[in-house]
Structures are given as C-alpha cells and as structure tokens.
C-alpha cells in the first residue's frame, strides 16, 4: 500500500483538474483563436506531467516501493483527465462558434461534411465523447510513467527507502 488513502488519491486529481480545466477555460476565453501550436500544447501538458511526476514521488516516498509512484501516477492522471475532459467537452459547446473557425479546426469541418451529421454541434460531442476512453487510457498511461519516473527520482535522490 502507498500509505496514501483513495480519498487523497482522488482528491489530487480533483484539484489538478480543476486547476488544468480553468486554465483551459480560460485560455479560450482570453484567444479563443489560438491554435493548438506545440509550445503551446508544452506549456499546458509539461506542468500536469510534472504535477503527475510528483504525486508517483510522494507515494513512492511514502511506501517505499518505485512501483507505488507508477500506480498512483496513472491514477491521479486517470482523475486529472476525466474533470478535464468533461469540461472540455462543456467549453467546445460553450465557445463552439469561435473555436470551429480556429485553423486547427478545419480537418473537424470536412470530417463533418464527411460524416452525415446534420448537426455541427451533434458530431463535435460525439467526437468528443466516442474520442474519450482512448484519452482517459493515454493520459493513464503517461501518469504511470511520469509516476514511475517521479518515484525512481525519489529513490535515487533518497527520500525513502524505495526500491
């Protein structure tokens, strides 16, 4: 066991979520036409990878297992990414006219015209939804290596006993 209870577990990721979910929000709200360019996506992802890295540290710490920091990695991550993911869903219909003339959008516009939905806003959530368990299982599987990452970091810096 990580010595840290499910509640805290969750908790984390709750509060990641949140915290990644306004950002987003907010990023949207202040350029809503802003691609999703590669520094861009970094400088989103790199902290979150990070946070994920450093819960997979505490846990690893707290056990004394490198193991633990990979399990409680996907975990948080599993949590962080299902809140992000539901208010993403919620902020593309809240902000769908403006985010559909992005240029990163125009590949979603001709799947559209592709698709035989009749209804824009239909196929953008069904993408969205249909396009969630994939997500949820990438974002999993970086926490369990970001995890295990921070959990060897912890070893190897001593801040525990891990093995």
Excluded: C, H
């Excluded at 633990?68 to 593309?92: E, Q």
């Excluded at 953008?124 to 990452?149: D, H, Q, R, W």
């Amino acid at each position: 066991m990580t010595g840290l209870r499910p509640r805290t577990i969750v908790l984390v990721g709750v509060a990641l979520g949140a915290v990644f979910s306004a950002w987003n929000v907010l990023a949207s709200l202040f350029n809503p036409l802003a691609d999703d360019t590669v520094p861009a996506l970094l400088m989103f992802y790199g902290p979150m990878f990070a946070a994920w890295a450093l819960a997979g540290a505490a846990a690893s710490r707290r056990s004394g297992r490198v193991s633990d920091g990979a399990r409680i990695g996907a975990l948080v991550a599993l949590v962080t990414f299902a809140i992000l993911t539901i208010v993403v869903i919620g902020r593309v219909n809240l902000f769908l006219e403006l985010t559909s003339q992005r240029p990163d959008w125009q590949t979603v516009g001709e799947r559209f015209r592709a698709s035989g939905f009749s209804s824009f806003r239909t196929f953008v959530n069904y993408e969205y939804v249909t396009g969630a368990p994939f997500k949820l299982l990438v974002a999993s599987m970086i926490g369990a290596v970001m995890g295990l990452a921070g959990g060897g970091m912890a070893a190897l810096l001593g801040r525990g006993t891990a093995r």
